[in-house]
Every structure is written in structure tokens, then in C-alpha cells.
Antibody, heavy 122, light 110 residues
Framework: QVQLVESGGGVVQPGRSLRLSCAASGFSFNKYGMYWVRQAPGKGLEWVAV????????YYADSVKGRFTIARDNSKNILYLQMNSLRVRDTAVYYCARGLAVYDILTGTDYWGQGTLVTVSS | QSVLTQPPSTSGTPGQRVTISCSGG????????VTWYQQLPGTAPKLLIY???QRPSGVPDRFSGSKSGTSASLAISGLRSEDESDYYC???????????FGGGTKLTVL
């Protein structure tokens, strides 16, 4: 069955960096676009970034552009989110999610991980 | 403020039918598919509807989706207490080259 397991969250000071990982299993990872979505405490869902199945294209929310980098290692079935210059407002649960259809990032997501909490605080 | 607009809350009684609206524009809902998610407290979102009106296997047929122009709706019939949850719509936006979520609607079953 499809499994997505995030890791790497924690408490970090403003301005510092953190790298999140999402280990995927149960499907052909190299055929699906992958997303990062976050949810601040008590708030709604916010799309962060998406990467094509082969890593050739990446798109970012304006709120993280220039600070966050999405990447993937298809040989290890792992999705990454490198977060630099973190701000207090980046505090959220970060979810990775699989694209709905193979070779497509436009139609949304189906499976989600359980999320990992990132707290940015001094 | 989300580009996809949902009512913050709605409510219904058991057995009732409720609808949740999601209003967007030509660059998102008007030109792309809409998905709907259910998020129970403390859990990850769960896919309810994809491609505007398709249900994944395992989702009861009490849940249905529709789209018209730049708006979409989620309908829940035969409301049950376990439907009490947050619901989000989502769509790709061609202008932003990004995925958008609505602000979410909290459904209360009275």
C-alpha cells in the first residue's frame, strides 16, 4: 500500500535551516509528481511546492520562493524540502503528498503522509 | 486570504443534505480540475473528490462534487455525526503556476 513518511521536523531558531524528508513506498515513485503542503497551528492548508516526477520542473508558493528548495532522489524514493532563512511564520505541520495521476501535477493529490511539525522560535 | 473562497463554517442535522461552495476564477477552477479533502482533527487530509466529481474507492456515495464555470460544490447527503470535520477545495492556478487551497469550511453536525 502507498506510504509516505515525513521526518526532519523540530524546533529551530529564526534564520536557521532545516531539511525535511519524505520516504515513499508502495508505488512507482518515479512516475508521480510530489507535493509539500503545510498547515500552521489552527489554520488552513497552504501549498508550499511541487516537483515533477523526474525533478525537471519545480514550482513554489510566493511565501517560500527563494528560501525553500524541493528535490527528490528517485533512486532512494525520497522527497526533500530544504528550508533556509526560516521565519516564525513558517511554523507549521509539513505534509508530503503524492500527485493524483502519473506524470501529472495539475490534478491534485491523493495520498498524504502524517506530517512533521516545524517550529521556528527563538 | 485564499484565492479559492469557501464559507468558514456550515452546519446541519443528521440525515440532512448540506453543500459547501468553493468560488474561484478562470485561471484556477475555470480551467482546471477541483479536488475536495476532508480533514478530521489531528489527522492528515483525506481525498474525497477528484476531477471535479469523481469519488476514490472507499468514499461513500453520500459525498458528491460538481463544478460550474468558476465555482465548485461539495454535497453531503444523509449527514452523519462522523462527517463533522474541516473540508477543503483545491485547484491548480495557471497564472500562479501553483496549487491553491480554499480557506476551509468547518462542518458541524448538530
Amino acid at each position: 500500500q502507498v506510504q509516505l513518511v515525513e521526518s526532519g521536523g523540530g524546533v529551530v531558531q529564526p534564520g536557521r535551516s532545516l531539511r525535511l524528508s519524505c520516504a515513499a513506498s508502495g508505488f512507482s515513485f518515479n512516475k508521480y509528481g510530489m507535493y509539500w503542503v503545510r498547515q500552521a497551528p489552527g489554520k488552513g492548508l497552504e501549498w508550499v511546492a511541487v516537483i515533477w516526477h523526474d525533478g525537471s520542473n519545480k514550482y513554489y508558493a510566493d511565501s517560500v520562493k527563494g528560501r525553500f528548495t524541493i528535490a527528490r532522489d528517485n533512486s532512494k524514493n525520497i522527497l526533500y524540502l530544504q528550508m533556509n532563512s526560516l521565519r516564525v511564520r513558517d511554523t507549521a505541520v509539513y505534509y508530503c503528498a503524492r500527485g493524483l495521476a502519473v506524470y501529472d501535477i495539475l490534478t491534485g493529490t491523493d495520498y498524504w503522509g502524517q506530517g512533521t511539525l516545524v517550529t521556528v522560535s527563538s | 486570504q485564499s484565492v479559492l473562497t469557501q464559507p468558514p463554517s456550515t452546519s446541519g442535522t443528521p440525515g440532512q443534505r448540506v453543500t459547501i461552495s468553493c468560488s474561484g476564477g478562470r485561471s484556477n477552477i475555470g480551467n482546471n480540475y477541483v479536488t475536495w479533502y476532508q480533514q478530521l482533527p489531528g489527522t492528515a487530509p483525506k481525498l474525497l473528490i477528484y476531477d471535479n466529481d469523481q469519488r476514490p474507492s472507499g468514499v461513500p456515495d453520500r459525498f458528491s462534487g460538481s463544478k460550474s464555470g468558476t465555482s465548485a460544490s461539495l454535497a453531503i447527503s444523509g449527514l452523519r455525526s462522523e462527517d463533522e470535520s474541516d473540508y477543503y477545495c483545491a485547484s491548480w492556478d495557471d497564472n500562479l503556476s501553483g496549487h491553491l487551497f480554499g480557506g476551509g469550511t468547518k462542518l458541524t453536525v448538530l
